[in-house]
């Protein structure tokens, strides 16, 4: 079935004021790729929403995606200790139903 | 401000017993959905309706029921709860494929 993969797949360490990158990989058309944030036990929040073709920026977040390698990435500047959690994409696929990645826990070190 | 309430916060039930989670939402949105998350899984669609008085199956409805008697209110039943059905249950709101969409703070589930 279809499937999104996310990387780093398990976690990404950090220090503070350091640059993350995360993407997820799908294995059908990408119709729209959305990002979600999610603290330990917590509600998903919704970061970014990208149509297959756009860039799209929210303060220090830039969600892009690159329909034709399958691809979407979410770049986080100048990484915070807040920024800590799990960050989630999820690809718009057959039906319009949301298929979800499993995630890459954040942790940001002072 | 968007908002989607989720009761109970946790939960501890016995096998066999019926467990009714609930969730209410004040955005006025037609479409809501319920979720299970699992370590290794991810977000699993159980139940989703388009509207007051529809519920359709998602990808895992086995052992689940669904209700929608208002636009604002959607509940998960599960009738006869399971250790297997030991989870955190998201409710959601939105438009389907998701540019709006917003959760609740979850369910923890416990079913002994």
């Known amino acids: 079935g279809q499937q999104v993969q996310q990387s780093p797949p398990a976690s990404l360490v950090l220090q503070e004021g350091e640059n993350a990158e995360l993407q997820c990989t799908y294995s059908t058309t990408l119709n729209s790729m959305q990002w979600f944030y999610q603290r330990p036990g917590g509600r998903l929040v919704s970061l970014l929403y990208s149509p297959s073709w756009a860039e799209q920026r929210g303060g220090r977040l830039t969600s892009s995606a690159a329909s034709n390698e399958s691809r979407s990435s979410l770049h986080i500047s100048s990484s915070q200790i807040t920024d800590s959690g799990t960050y989630l994409c999820?690809?718009?696929?057959?039906?319009?139903?949301?298929?979800w990645g499993l995630g890459t826990s954040l942790v940001v070190n002072p | 401000e968007a908002a989607v309430t989720q009761s109970p916060r946790n939960k501890v039930a016995v096998t066999g017993g019926k467990v009714t989670l609930s969730c209410n939402q004040t955005n006025n949105h037609n479409n809501m959905y319920w979720y299970r998350q699992d370590t290794g899984h991810g977000l699993r669609l159980i139940h989703y309706s388009y509207g007051a008085g529809s519920t359709e199956k998602g990808d895992i409805p086995d052992g689940y029921k669904a209700s929608r008697p208002s636009q604002e209110n959607f509940s998960l039943i599960l009738e006869l709860a399971t250790p297997s059905q030991t989870s955190v249950y998201f409710c959601a709101s939105g438009e389907w494929g998701g540019r709006t969409l917003y959760f609740g703070s979850g369910t923890r589930l416990t079913v002994l």
């Open positions: 999820a690809n718009v696929g057959d039906n319009s139903k949301l298929i």
